[in-house]
């Protein structure tokens, strides 16, 4: 079966996966008979649904599928094809190891309850399916690594840090004033205990910090960079030498203590490692939308069906409102457990491998 013909029919079943999001009251109230499996070679005049006795043909299906997604879909393999043309200029491969490691990752990070099996049904993909999808990420995941590079001065810019959070509460401005005076006091009474040896900034943290993502690891933050954190807790920080803590030092979130445990730029063996891959890891992702674009626009196309249609812009009264100022940077150290879904299709944007925050 011809591949254009697969990714066609790939589009049918992804498009009608709306009908999952139907209420539960909307289902029928007796199961129906099993019904053979219909697939992309099943014929024409194959009835693949009934309405009140009203058969429905895949030929119709066929039709409506291809007068609403035949362009897009199309765009999909031009990019996709693209994007394996220059993988393959560049000597690069995608082994089955690295379909496995993303396999994995998207298992391990699946929420609790949920199987595979069931990731799968969720986007009607098989696990053959899922590894194409995956392949393509890979290639440009793979371009993209071949154009950052990392030395040790790039370590110079990040700190190995600890902190404790004291968050502010309160409804009302003299509700959170109050909080933040008890807070800071405190926060200061944790810091004379720590500084008397009394107890581990690492135990203080655990057993006082209001940082849901870094308190039961002692307040560890790990390596973190310049433009990371807000720009109280940085200013603080990075003031800081090895082994010093800051005074109490006050955010949009509450107080913080701050504790230096380490420069990047002296960090040794794993440790170095770990902090290069980590840096590596976060240039690769933006390089990938460059990557990907540059090979989008260089690419030679004729498209006999056309360009694909752009949405109609709405009309001015149904312009979204404009968007609050952005929200300051998120409190640091979040843990982000969710899986991403199946890596889109290079349509509009690069794919991204559906790797969970590490």
């Known amino acids: 079966m011809p591949k254009t013909k697969a990714a066609f029919w790939a589009v049918v079943a992804l498009a009608f996966i709306v009908s999952a999001c139907l209420p539960a009251g909307a289902a029928p109230a007796a199961k129906a008979a099993a019904a053979p499996k219909i697939t992309v070679d099943s014929p024409p005049?194959?009835?693949?649904?009934?309405?009140?006795?009203?058969?429905?043909?895949?030929?119709?299906?066929?039709?409506?599928?291809?007068?609403?997604?035949?362009?897009?879909?199309?765009?999909?393999?031009?990019?996709?094809?693209?994007?394996?043309?220059?993988?393959?200029k560049?000597?690069?491969?995608?082994?089955?190891?690295?379909?496995?490691?993303?396999?994995?990752?998207?298992?391990?990070?699946?929420?609790?309850?949920?199987?595979?099996?069931?990731?799968?049904?969720?986007?009607?993909?098989?696990?053959?399916q899922l590894r194409g999808e995956l392949r393509t990420n890979v290639w440009i995941e793979k371009l993209a690594?071949?154009?950052v590079k990392v030395t040790d001065e790039d370590l110079a810019g990040y700190i190995k840090a600890r902190?404790?959070?004291?968050?502010?509460?309160?409804?009302?401005?003299?509700?959170?004033?109050?909080?933040?005076?008890e807070n800071k006091k405190k926060l200061e009474e944790i810091a004379a205990e720590i500084?008397?040896?009394?107890?581990?900034?690492?135990?203080?943290?655990?057993?006082?910090?209001?940082?849901?993502?870094?308190?039961?690891?002692?307040?560890?933050?790990g390596y973190i960079k310049q433009g990371q954190m807000v720009q109280e807790?940085?200013?603080?920080?990075?003031?800081?030498?090895?082994g010093e803590t800051s005074e109490a030092v006050k955010s949009v979130y509450g107080w913080h203590l701050i504790k230096v445990e380490g420069l990047g730029k002296d960090a040794k063996g794993a440790e170095r490692q770990d902090l290069l891959d980590k840096i590596r890891e976060e240039r690769i992702r933006p390089m990938m939308t460059t990557v990907y674009l540059d090979i989008k626009n260089k690419a030679k196309v004729t498209r006999n069906m056309g360009e694909q249609p752009k949405p109609p812009a709405p009309p001015p009264s149904a312009q979204p409102a404009a968007r609050p100022a952005p929200a300051p940077k998120a409190q640091p150290a979040k843990a982000n457990t969710q899986p991403a879904g199946p890596p889109p299709p290079p349509a509009d944007k690069p794919p991204a491998p559906p790797s969970p925050n590490k």
């Open 163 to 181: 902190h404790i959070l004291i968050s502010t509460k309160g409804n009302t401005p003299e509700e959170r004033t109050k909080s933040e005076e």
């Open 90 to 128: 560049a000597g690069v491969k995608v082994e089955t190891k690295d379909l496995d490691a993303k396999i994995a990752d998207i298992k391990d990070k699946l929420p609790p309850g949920v199987t595979f099996e069931q990731f799968l049904q969720q986007y009607n993909m098989t696990p053959e």
């Open 45 to 88: 005049n194959t009835t693949v649904a009934i309405v009140n006795g009203e058969k429905i043909t895949k030929e119709k299906v066929e039709q409506l599928v291809w007068q609403r997604y035949a362009n897009s879909a199309l765009t999909e393999l031009i990019d996709r094809i693209a994007i394996r043309q220059a993988a393959d």
């Open 195 to 221: 500084k008397a040896g009394k107890v581990t900034f690492a135990d203080a943290a655990e057993k006082n910090s209001d940082d849901p993502g870094s308190k039961e690891k002692g307040g560890d933050l």
């Open 145 to 147: 690594a071949q154009k």
């Open 233 to 242: 807790f940085e200013q603080a920080a990075f003031a800081l030498k090895t």
